[in-house]
């Protein structure tokens, strides 16, 4: 790891620790960013979702309607046979 970041261009630095109380609020900080992001990612993933849902069903309502417009069809020029 220090090889790929010398490599980079990064040098060593020394890192301070830090206090239980700064560590305890950063990791609080970073899991409620986690935690929107992952909502965040779930409402796309279900409008998606729903949008697909929608579209398959009105493409099959389509279908149906133009299937009946050409039996609608035939039967009418049977009758003019």
């Known amino acids: 790891m220090r090889a790929k970041m010398r490599l980079m261009g990064f040098r060593g630095a020394a ?3 830090l206090n239980e ?4 609020e950063l990791g609080a900080e970073l899991l409620g960013e986690a935690i929107v992001f992952g909502v965040g990612g779930l409402c796309l993933y279900l409008e998606y979702a729903r ?3 929608q ?5 099959d309502e389509q279908a149906a309607a133009l299937r009946e417009v050409g039996e609608r069809l035939g039967r009418l020029r049977e009758e003019l046979e």
């Not at 109380?21 to 305890?24: K, R």
């Not at 579209?55 to 493409?59: K, N, Q, V, Y």
């Open 55 to 59: 579209a398959r069903r009105r493409e």
């Open 51 to 53: 949008q697909t849902g």
């Open 15 to 17: 890192v301070k620790p």
């Open 21 to 24: 109380e700064a560590a305890a």
